[in-house]
């Protein structure tokens, strides 16, 4: 699957773009590019990737999903961002998964025909779109019923139309209790699931589940959750597999970002064991933070973190000094992630993409307003108008800040190198 990036690259940018020069305004983003522009010239606060991380976790990631035996259908979710999604393309993954309607779209209209909704799709005007969609004979897609009522609303939706090219393929979604969405139960799976093969608008084709809302941590108890659910997921797989054509491969789907190895190691012996049998399915990763990775919340609960290299960083100004011990900076909530961990203060320097940072052990953002963060510390070697780097934790509410990030060649450049559009 090729994406059609060409025509980001000729946006116009516009003064509304916030942390672009000012002479960026008016020019295309290939023309921006062009003048070899530096971090220097960025405002704060500011987001800035590594274009080198990109790849490096990019290849990792599939290469890792690879050797165990799972597809990668990273959640496009995360950035929004086209550009981001190619690269993962590029490297083996086999398709995008999406969260709405409107994200759907999105990557349709950049040419992605290799979808999964980990959602259910009941709103009659996105059932409408996607009919329209389904007459493309190469686009496959997928999304997720989690109750018999969602497969009514969804024969509710679908019923006005004059025709549907081809069922909708969907995937039973287990939860879990306190958990998000999902059946709650195996016997309400395996009802659903029935159901689902009654339905002359849909075709069953699998399980989907996310194991990422059942713990926040790697506690005994926390890994000890994750694993069972993947457990019941394989059992309702072997329910629905006497309900469909044993032609059909399966698909069986989970989160795997903060969890990956659980899914390759409990998945691991249907895998072989399909395999072996001539009927294989699908066995899909959603990994969509890897990534990026972060300095907060996956540094900490990834598997992979040793393997992954985080490729986002914050920027942002001391605007105040107003007592001993705090300073204000200019980027708050509004600017960076902060619902998985505060940004955290890795250097301080005289400008934005000055080549000589200082260390500033000792310190940390304590608390962040819509637009100021505090950073605390009982020494503050820094002072007003000069610029902090922040790692940030979470890469799931980072991109959405923002319309155009710039990227640098790799850590420690000041060359931007390319403009990531994004979507939200």
Known sequence: MTLALDRLHDEPLTPADTGLPARAAGLTARAFLATAPTLDEFWTPLTVLDRAALDHNATTVQRWASGAGLELMPHGKTTM??????????????????ATPGQL???????ADRLMLANALVAPAALAWLAGELADSGFRFHCWVDSIETVEAMERGLAPLPSLPRPIEVLVELGGAGGRTGARSLADALALARRVVASPVLRLAGVAGYEGALAHDRSTAGLAAVRGYLEAMLELRGGLAELVDEAAPLIVTAGGSAYPDLVAEVFAPAIAATTASGRPGRWILRSGASLVHDEGFYHGISPLDAELVPAMRGYARVVSRPEPGLALLDGGRRDFPFDEGLPRPLSVSAELGDAVARPIPGTEVTAVNDQHAFLRGEALPLGVGEVVALGLSHPCTAFDKRRWLPVVEHAGSTR?????????
């Open 105 to 111: 779209r999105t990557a349709r209209a950049f040419g």
């Open 81 to 98: 961002a086209p550009q981001l999604w190619a690269l993962q393309l590029d490297r083996g993954a086999s398709g995008l998964t999406l």
């Open 416 to 424: 931007v190198v390319d403009l990531v559009r994004t979507f939200f």
